[in-house]
């Protein structure tokens, strides 16, 4: 019996960091240029990543739920969720997640690495009628909030400069742009 419970527990000790959870917060440069503030938070026994940019009626929050596929962004300034599929080749993996916002906040790196990767996609007009389609996490962010899908625009200009794209930009890693219109509630 006692054999058990020190085996259960030594267990515990070297499975513990497999599922951890952990969090990452960066100072946008001070707030200059209202760049805000961002944190991760990563859950890996739930495959999810949770992004929080804070910048006043510019925050927006957003989820990547590596078990479904989807992402949600919830912009607070338009007051709607807009949820799309995750790009695997361009999105980086919660393993890669972890390792590239450690070694650029530990080196002092941040924004004077390399270009970070973009991604743009389009706003679908229609509301969406069930969220449970998208997974647990993304239903908790955005249940109660008008949601729209987007849809990601292929080979779109990262340099494309328009009044209805929102930036959704992932520290120095992934820059996102989400453009189209949402009926503000």
Same mark, same amino acid.
């Given at each position: =019996?006692r054999? $058990?419970?020190?085996? !259960?527990?030594?267990?515990?000790v070297?499975?513990?960091?497999? @599922?951890?959870?952990?969090?990452i917060?960066?100072? /946008?440069?001070?707030?200059?240029? /209202?760049?805000?503030?961002?944190?991760?938070?990563?859950n890996?026994?739930?495959?999810?990543? %949770?992004?929080?940019?804070?910048? *006043?009626?510019?925050?927006?929050n957003?989820?990547?739920d590596?078990?479904?596929?989807?992402? !949600?962004t919830r912009? @607070?300034?338009?007051?709607a969720?807009?949820?799309h599929?995750m790009?695997?080749e361009?999105?980086? &993996?919660i393993?890669?997640?972890? $390792?590239?916002?450690? +070694?650029?906040?530990?080196?002092?790196? *941040?924004?004077?690495?390399?270009?970070?990767?973009?991604l743009m996609?389009?706003i %679908?007009?229609?509301?969406?009628?069930? #969220?449970? $389609? @998208?997974?647990k &996490?993304?239903? *908790? =962010?955005?249940k *109660?909030?008008?949601?729209?899908?987007?849809e +990601?625009?292929?080979? !779109? &200009?990262?340099?494309?400069?328009?009044? =209805?794209?929102?930036?959704?930009d992932?520290?120095?890693? #992934?820059n996102?742009?989400?453009?189209? +219109?949402?009926?503000?509630?």
């Amino acid at each position: =019996m006692r054999f $058990t419970i020190f085996f !259960a527990g030594l267990l515990g000790v070297f499975l513990s960091p497999a @599922f951890a959870n952990y969090h990452i917060n960066i100072d /946008g440069d001070n707030n200059r240029g /209202g760049t805000g503030q961002q944190s991760v938070s990563v859950n890996k026994g739930h495959n999810v990543v %949770n992004i929080d940019h804070d910048n *006043g009626w510019n925050s927006w929050n957003s989820i990547w739920d590596y078990e479904t596929g989807y992402a !949600a962004t919830r912009l @607070f300034a338009k007051k709607a969720c807009i949820v799309h599929r995750m790009n695997k080749e361009v999105m980086p &993996s919660i393993q890669a997640l972890d $390792t590239l916002v450690k +070694e650029n906040k530990l080196q002092g790196k *941040g924004p004077g690495g390399p270009p970070p990767k973009g991604l743009m996609y389009s706003i %679908n007009p229609t509301q969406v009628s069930d #969220l449970n $389609t @998208f997974g647990k &996490s993304i239903v *908790g =962010m955005c249940k *109660g909030v008008p949601t729209y899908t987007a849809e +990601e625009s292929p080979g !779109a &200009s990262l340099f494309f400069n328009s009044k =209805m794209c929102l930036s959704v930009d992932v520290f120095w890693i #992934l820059n996102i742009s989400i453009c189209g +219109e949402v009926q503000e509630s």
